[in-house]
């Protein structure tokens, strides 16, 4: 399927976060949204996986939606070049995490989007909001994942403190991380997934329901911080090999929004070393060459 056989079953499954370890790593799903509502699937296309860091392109949305571009005042927009969970740049850069997909960025745009609420009704605000754009109210947060996640978040941990030290953090730190935990344990399928980015390719507007989630501008500029930072020190290879905006997570699946056509999402849990699914990122390479759809065509 998807010319991405070879590399499938290869790259390592994420197993720092204990329950995502249980994952057969033979699974590949693809399912491509199309304006028109027009789903269309192949292989592991229905069965739910962990979003993990894809859930960053949602919580960017609500958080712009919330405060605005006083969010830039809280995290950067330039590529790190490094880890998704390094400290390093945090040091010299006064708290201020590089970008929002990076997990630092993310957890300070968490802090945002809460905004003085308790952190279960914000939660319940990025699951809402998911479940909404999939269309599909059976999008759910798999809460053994989010404990594990939770169990083993010390790394997280760290970077919220280590911001909350520069003054970058509005909430206490388990509050943030609590939220941002339940964020990642999103458990959805390629289909739900393909179908709730279909606002991205479309200027913010759902095309579905006629919503605009988001202003253009903001859509947009989502999509071009998705192209740079998508993929952590993978995004330039990213870039160069399928030319969308995208955004993996550590449960195999990533997000590619192809601007005016439509959104497409795969999943397949073997992982590079940056933590991109292997075998997706070549489905989509072929994808995208396929359709000719890079943005640079
Ligand atoms: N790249 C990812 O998907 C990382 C997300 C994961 N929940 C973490 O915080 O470590």
Known sequence: MLLATEQLGQGRVADYIPALAKVDPNKLGFALALPDGTVHTSGDADEAFSIQSVSKIFT?????????????????????????????????????????????GAIATTDRLIDGREGDAVAEEILDFICARAGDDRVEIDFDVAFSESETGARNRSLAHFM???????????????VYFRQCA???SCRQLARAGLFLA?????PLTGEQIVEAHRARRINAIMMLCGHYDNSGEFAFRVGLPGKSGVGGGILCIAPGQGSIAVWSPGLNEAGTSLAGAVALEHFACAAGWSVFD
């Open 164 to 178: 909350d030290a520069f003054g970058n953090l509005r909430h206490p730190v388990e509050t943030v991380v609590g």
């Open 202 to 206: 479309m200027e913010g507007c759902d």
């Open 186 to 188: 999103i458990a959805m």
């Open 60 to 104: 960017l949305a609500l958080a712009l939606r919330r405060v605005g571009s006083d969010l830039w005042t809280s995290v950067g927009r330039e590529p790190s070049g490094s880890a998704f969970n390094s400290v390093v740049q945090l040091e010299s850069e006064q708290g201020i995490p590089r970008n929002p997909l990076i997990n630092a």
